[in-house]
């Protein structure tokens, strides 16, 4: 059983840095290939990054790409994602999700989710 507790999470002007944690409970953090998905009002949950348990593999979602970076500290078991360049339509819930695969981009490949974190982005 893994637990992912998220933070950072906030309002923020348009064009504005935020970056959001994950914290996992388990001593094989390594073994699983973390994501970030986002959920916005009426919208499907959706990836936003990926990375894989050694970190050595990486997915952006396009709507993101170049604007934000997904990292992890194996030794810390935290996930982290770095958004910059912030957009109005990048409010929505941000949820952290941990998959037994190497690495995982569908939804339906992750095991376990953290409760999420509001971003608010104020035009």
């Known amino acids: 059983q893994v637990q992912l507790v998220e933070s950072g999470g906030g309002l923020v002007q348009a064009g504005g840095s935020l970056r959001l944690s994950c914290a996992a409970s388990g001593r094989t953090f390594g073994s699983y290939a973390m994501g970030w998905f986002r959920q916005g009002p009426g919208k499907e949950r959706e990836i936003v990054a990926a990375?894989?348990?050694?970190?050595?593999?990486?997915y952006y979602a396009g709507s993101v790409k170049g604007r934000t970076t997904i990292s992890r500290d194996n030794a810390k078991s935290t996930v982290y994602l770095q958004m910059n360049s912030l957009k109005p339509e990048d409010t929505a819930v941000y949820l952290c999700?941990?998959?037994?695969?190497?690495?995982?981009?569908?939804?339906?490949?992750?095991?376990?989710w953290g409760q999420g974190t509001q971003v608010t982005i104020s035009s």
């Open positions: 999700a941990a998959s037994r695969m190497s690495m995982a981009m569908r939804r339906s490949n992750y095991d376990y």
């Open positions: 990375i894989s348990g050694s970190g050595d593999i990486i």
